[in-house]
C-alpha cells in the first residue's frame, strides 16, 4: 500500500486532525485559536461564486409566528411570550445540488427561518430531520465535497458519497433519514422542520434551560417514492418551488404547529448521552414535545433574487433569552454562516431589505462595499459624545461554567455514544414493513450505480449491518452480495 501524504494546511504545516475540532473538554465549546478548522471553514465558504456552496436550490415565503402558551418560565425573549405574533421568513432548499438542480432530489431539506422580532433579527436554521451526518465541524467541509462533483470528471459520484459515508459511521442516522422516503418528500408543505441543534434558553431569573425545537407540519407528513421522485425530476424541477408559491397565492397557507423539548441545565452533565451531538435525537419519553404555538406562510416574495437568493441566515443572531450550547456543529456554523455571506452577498448584507432588522440598528461599524445606511459619528467606543452603549445585564442568562482540557476527540464519557443505536431503533420501532422495504430499495439502487466498486459495496453492506443485522442482509442481498 502506498504511505499516505501528511494533511497539511495551506501553508504546508502539518495539520493537529482531519476529524476534530479543538474543545474544552469533550463536551465544551470550541476554541478560536484552532486555526486549522478556521482555515477549512473560511476557506470551503468561498468556494463558488456567487451561489451558496450548499443550499443553492430552493425557495421560500413571509409568514407570522404565533405564539399561544406560556413558556416564560423557560425563556425571557419576548418572540416566545405567551400572545407574540412576529413576522418571519422561512426558506427551504436542497443541500447538495446546484442552482438548477431538481427539487425533487433525494436530499435533506434546508429549514431556514428568519424571525423579525422587536429585539432584532433572530435566526434559526435548521432542516427537515432532527439530526445530521455529522457532530464535529472539522468533517463539515469534507462531507459536502463527497456530495458535490468530482474534480477530474465534475460529476456526481455514489462511491464517492458511501466513501465518506461507511468511514463515518456517526453519519448512519441521517443517512437512515435520507435513504427513506424521507429523502424525497412530495412537497415542502409537507414536511417537518427541525432546529436540530441544541440551543440554551435561559428565563428572567436567569435559570437556565436546554431546548430543541421542532416544527410539525399540520399538512401531514407525504413522501414521494424513488420513482415518483425521479419522473418529477424530468418533468417538473422545480415541482417544490412551483407547489409553496401556487399555494399561497390560491389562498391555501400552510402552517406547522412550533413544540419544544426541555432539559433542565444539570441534566446534560450525566445525561447517557451526549445531548449536544448533532447526530442524536432527544428521546420523547424522557424529554416530551409541549405545543407553544404555530407559525403560518401567507406571502409570497415579490422578487425572487432580492427576497430569497439574497436572503442570509446566521445561526449567531441570537435574541436576549437565548444563546447557544456546546453543539460542536452549532459553534462552527456561529461562524461559518455570516462569514459566507460576508463573500457571497458582501459586508453590507443586513442592510439589505430583506435581511435588515424591523428595529433601529445602532452600530459603530463603516463604510464597506455597497454601503447605503452609515453610522454616524462617533464611530468609534468608548466615547464620551452620546454613541450607543452596550447592556451586558440582558444577556446574563447565558453566562455558565466550563472546564475541562484542551483536546481533539471524539467521544465522551456519556455511557451510551454509540453511533447505531438511534438508527437501530429507527429501523426496528419506527419504520413501517413498507418503509423498511422502500429503504432497502433504496439503498440498494444508490449503492447500485455504476460507479460504486465492489469494495465500496461491502462496506456499504457491513455500514447497514452494524446499524441492524437484518438491515445489512437485505442490503447484501438486493446487491447480490454473499456471507455475513
Given at each position: 500500500?502506498?504511505?499516505r501524504p501528511t494533511t497539511t494546511t495551506n501553508a504546508g504545516i502539518a495539520a493537529p486532525s482531519d476529524e476534530f475540532s479543538q474543545s474544552v473538554g469533550p463536551d465544551g465549546p470550541l476554541l478560536l485559536?484552532?486555526?486549522?478548522?478556521?482555515?477549512?471553514?473560511?476557506?470551503?465558504?468561498?468556494?463558488?461564486?456567487?451561489?451558496?456552496?450548499?443550499?443553492?436550490?430552493?425557495?421560500?415565503a413571509y409568514g407570522h409566528l404565533q405564539i399561544?402558551?406560556?413558556?416564560?418560565?423557560?425563556?425571557?425573549?419576548?418572540?416566545?411570550?405567551?400572545?407574540?405574533r412576529t413576522d418571519m421568513l422561512l426558506r427551504f432548499s436542497t443541500v447538495a445540488g446546484e442552482l438548477g438542480s431538481a427539487d425533487t432530489a433525494r436530499d435533506p431539506r434546508g429549514f431556514a427561518m428568519k424571525f423579525y422580532t422587536e429585539e432584532g433579527n433572530y435566526d434559526l436554521v435548521g432542516n427537515n430531520t432532527p439530526v445530521f451526518f455529522v457532530r464535529d465541524p472539522q468533517k463539515f467541509s469534507d462531507f459536502i465535497h463527497s456530495q458535490k462533483r468530482r474534480?477530474?470528471?465534475?460529476?456526481?459520484?455514489?462511491?464517492?458519497?458511501?466513501?465518506?459515508?461507511?468511514?463515518?459511521?456517526e453519519s448512519a442516522?441521517?443517512?437512515?433519514?435520507?435513504?427513506?422516503?424521507?429523502?424525497?418528500?412530495?412537497?415542502?408543505?409537507?414536511?417537518?422542520?427541525?432546529?436540530?441543534?441544541?440551543?440554551?434558553?435561559y428565563n428572567a431569573?436567569?435559570?437556565?434551560?436546554?431546548?430543541?425545537?421542532?416544527?410539525?407540519?399540520?399538512?401531514?407528513?407525504?413522501?414521494?417514492?424513488?420513482?415518483?421522485?425521479?419522473a418529477l425530476a424530468s418533468s417538473d424541477p422545480d415541482h417544490h418551488i412551483r407547489d409553496l408559491s401556487s399555494a399561497i397565492a390560491a389562498g391555501d397557507h400552510p402552517s406547522w404547529t412550533v413544540q419544544i423539548q426541555i432539559m433542565q441545565f444539570e441534566d446534560a452533565a450525566?445525561?447517557?448521552?451526549?445531548?449536544?451531538?448533532?447526530?442524536?435525537?432527544?428521546?420523547?419519553?424522557?424529554?416530551?414535545?409541549?405545543?407553544?404555538?404555530?407559525?403560518?406562510?401567507?406571502?409570497?416574495?415579490?422578487?425572487?433574487?432580492?427576497?430569497i437568493e439574497q436572503s442570509a441566515f446566521e445561526p449567531a443572531n441570537f435574541v436576549p433569552g437565548i444563546g447557544s450550547s456546546?453543539?460542536?456543529?452549532?459553534?462552527?456554523?456561529?461562524?461559518?454562516?455570516?462569514?459566507?455571506?460576508?463573500?457571497?452577498?458582501?459586508?453590507?448584507?443586513?442592510?439589505?431589505?430583506?435581511?435588515?432588522?424591523?428595529?433601529?440598528?445602532?452600530?459603530?461599524?463603516?463604510?464597506?462595499?455597497?454601503?447605503?445606511?452609515?453610522?454616524?459619528?462617533?464611530?468609534?467606543?468608548?466615547?464620551?459624545?452620546?454613541?450607543?452603549?452596550?447592556?451586558p445585564s440582558l444577556w446574563g442568562g447565558e453566562v455558565y461554567g466550563v472546564a475541562g482540557e484542551i483536546v481533539r476527540s471524539a467521544y465522551t464519557l456519556h455511557s451510551e455514544d454509540d453511533d447505531y443505536g438511534q438508527p437501530r431503533a429507527l429501523w426496528e420501532k419506527v419504520l413501517s414493513d413498507t418503509d423498511k422495504e422502500h429503504l432497502v430499495s433504496n439503498i440498494v439502487g444508490h449503492a447500485s450505480n455504476p460507479a460504486v466498486t465492489a469494495e465500496m459495496k461491502l462496506r456499504v453492506v457491513e455500514y447497514w449491518r452494524n446499524v441492524a443485522k437484518d438491515l445489512g442482509d437485505r442490503v447484501a442481498s438486493g446487491l447480490g452480495i454473499n456471507g455475513s
Amino acid at each position: 500500500m502506498t504511505e499516505r501524504p501528511t494533511t497539511t494546511t495551506n501553508a504546508g504545516i502539518a495539520a493537529p486532525s482531519d476529524e476534530f475540532s479543538q474543545s474544552v473538554g469533550p463536551d465544551g465549546p470550541l476554541l478560536l485559536q484552532d486555526h486549522y478548522l478556521i482555515q477549512k471553514m473560511a476557506h470551503f465558504n468561498r468556494e463558488r461564486v456567487p451561489e451558496r456552496v450548499v443550499h443553492a436550490k430552493g425557495g421560500g415565503a413571509y409568514g407570522h409566528l404565533q405564539i399561544t402558551e406560556d413558556v416564560s418560565q423557560f425563556t425571557k425573549a419576548k418572540l416566545f411570550q405567551k400572545g407574540a405574533r412576529t413576522d418571519m421568513l422561512l426558506r427551504f432548499s436542497t443541500v447538495a445540488g446546484e442552482l438548477g438542480s431538481a427539487d425533487t432530489a433525494r436530499d435533506p431539506r434546508g429549514f431556514a427561518m428568519k424571525f423579525y422580532t422587536e429585539e432584532g433579527n433572530y435566526d434559526l436554521v435548521g432542516n427537515n430531520t432532527p439530526v445530521f451526518f455529522v457532530r464535529d465541524p472539522q468533517k463539515f467541509s469534507d462531507f459536502i465535497h463527497s456530495q458535490k462533483r468530482r474534480s477530474d470528471t465534475h460529476l456526481r459520484d455514489n462511491n464517492m458519497q458511501w466513501d465518506f459515508w461507511t468511514g463515518s459511521p456517526e453519519s448512519a442516522h441521517q443517512v437512515t433519514f435520507l435513504m427513506s422516503d424521507r429523502g424525497t418528500p412530495s412537497t415542502w408543505r409537507n414536511v417537518n422542520g427541525y432546529g436540530s441543534h441544541t440551543f440554551l434558553w435561559y428565563n428572567a431569573g436567569g435559570e437556565k434551560f436546554w431546548v430543541k425545537y421542532h416544527f410539525k407540519t399540520d399538512q401531514g407528513i407525504k413522501n414521494l417514492t424513488a420513482a415518483e421522485a425521479d419522473a418529477l425530476a424530468s418533468s417538473d424541477p422545480d415541482h417544490h418551488i412551483r407547489d409553496l408559491s401556487s399555494a399561497i397565492a390560491a389562498g391555501d397557507h400552510p402552517s406547522w404547529t412550533v413544540q419544544i423539548q426541555i432539559m433542565q441545565f444539570e441534566d446534560a452533565a450525566d445525561y447517557r448521552f451526549n445531548p449536544f451531538d448533532l447526530t442524536k435525537v432527544w428521546p420523547h419519553g424522557d424529554y416530551p414535545p409541549i405545543n407553544i404555538g404555530k407559525f403560518t406562510l401567507n406571502r409570497n416574495p415579490e422578487n425572487y433574487f432580492a427576497e430569497i437568493e439574497q436572503s442570509a441566515f446566521e445561526p449567531a443572531n441570537f435574541v436576549p433569552g437565548i444563546g447557544s450550547s456546546p453543539d460542536k456543529m452549532l459553534q462552527g456554523r456561529l461562524f461559518s454562516y455570516p462569514d459566507t455571506h460576508r463573500y457571497r452577498i458582501g459586508p453590507n448584507y443586513l442592510q439589505l431589505p430583506v435581511n435588515r432588522p424591523k428595529v433601529p440598528v445602532h452600530t459603530y461599524n463603516k463604510d464597506g462595499a455597497m454601503t447605503y445606511v452609515n453610522s454616524t459619528d462617533p464611530v468609534y467606543a468608548p466615547n464620551t459624545v452620546g454613541g450607543p452603549v452596550a447592556d451586558p445585564s440582558l444577556w446574563g442568562g447565558e453566562v455558565y461554567g466550563v472546564a475541562g482540557e484542551i483536546v481533539r476527540s471524539a467521544y465522551t464519557l456519556h455511557s451510551e455514544d454509540d453511533d447505531y443505536g438511534q438508527p437501530r431503533a429507527l429501523w426496528e420501532k419506527v419504520l413501517s414493513d413498507t418503509d423498511k422495504e422502500h429503504l432497502v430499495s433504496n439503498i440498494v439502487g444508490h449503492a447500485s450505480n455504476p460507479a460504486v466498486t465492489a469494495e465500496m459495496k461491502l462496506r456499504v453492506v457491513e455500514y447497514w449491518r452494524n446499524v441492524a443485522k437484518d438491515l445489512g442482509d437485505r442490503v447484501a442481498s438486493g446487491l447480490g452480495i454473499n456471507g455475513s
